[in-house]
């Protein structure tokens, strides 16, 4: 098993340090963290980020005004997830599955690029996407045009087996079992987590159950813009606070048996990228 850690849309948000607490600039920068794992029985994605018509500015139904105007995201072809899997010497139909931390439109825009690929999302997730869009928060993040065309799609309820304590949905339709979903509801009724057990341990995509590596830190912080971003995303908030104090817990107690990371941190992502070419 191979993974790579791909950026699949860069948000530029004015304001700089006020989100991502280091740029120097006006504008700050954060990326959308995916994954794409060379597997036995093919590719599997773990995210989309943004997609090929997004970049292409296809259809302006596809993307909502207000986040992308507060993100101002930065959207290139050759950040898609398409075109880093083609540049690996693969093609669309080599993604056999797709794994999705939740259906927002930076982690879903890419779906309909790969058309043959089956889509594993948790049940609350795909039922929210369809039937609670009355919120404007909702109308805004879930965008339909963007996976409307999928035919292959596998949901799943939450509970089951352990996993550090974390319920887990194992057994994905068609996937080896090194890849677990694990349900961290808050961000999204239907939000989960991604683990994947590797040669040297686990590695645990949390997606947006926290913005930022200083969450986790022994003394938790984070900027203030996304503080505020975070606050106005989250669906459940105190299922969000309970699972992002397990999230600490777990690194506290299993630094060494997990690599927890989120969606939009560079510095996961650059670590990570390290860490693969070692």
């Known amino acids: 098993m191979r993974i790579h850690h791909l950026n ?15 740029s120097k600039g006006l504008l700050g920068d954060l990326c959308t963290h995916c994954m794409l794992i060379e597997s036995a029985d093919g590719l599997v994605l773990v995210d989309t980020g943004y997609g090929l018509q997004d970049a292409r500015h296809a259809s302006p139904r596809r993307l909502a005004y207000t986040w992308p105007l507060v ?20 093609s669309a139909r080599d993604v056999r599955h797709i794994v999705l931390t939740h259906l927002d439109f930076d982690h879903a825009g890419g779906l309909e690029d790969f058309p043959e690929a089956r889509v594993h999302v ?18 805004q993040r879930y965008r339909p045009l963007m996976y409307d065309e999928v ?12 996993w550090f304590g974390f319920q887990s949905v194992r057994e994905l339709d068609g996937l080896p079992p090194e890849i677990l979903m694990i349900p961290l509801a808050g961000h999204t009724s239907g939000h989960a987590g991604v683990a994947i057990n590797t040669p040297d341990g686990w590695l ?16 938790p912080h984070m900027p203030l813009g996304l503080r505020i971003y975070e606050r106005i995303m989250a669906t459940e908030l105190d299922n969000a606070r309970s699972n992002l104090e397990r999230l600490r817990q777990l690194k506290n107690e299993h630094s060494g048996d997990v690599d927890i990371f989120c ?16």
């Open 71 to 90: 993100l101002n995201t930065l959207l290139r072809e050759e950040d898609t997830a398409l075109r880093q899997v083609e540049g690996l010497g693969y």
């Open 204 to 219: 645990l995509n949390a997606g947006d159950a926290y913005l930022n590596h200083g969450q986790l830190a022994p003394h």
């Open 151 to 162: 035919r292959d799609w596998r949901t799943y309820a939450g509970g089951g087996e352990d």
């Open 263 to 278: 969606s939009h941190d560079n510095d996961d992502l650059a670590r990570l990228r390290s860490a693969s070419l070692d």
């Open 8 to 22: 699949c849309g860069t948000h530029r948000p004015i304001g700089g340090a006020f989100f991502d607490g280091k």
């Open 122 to 139: 948790m049940e609350a997730e795909r039922d929210a996407s369809e039937h609670k869009r009355r919120s404007f928060v909702a109308k």
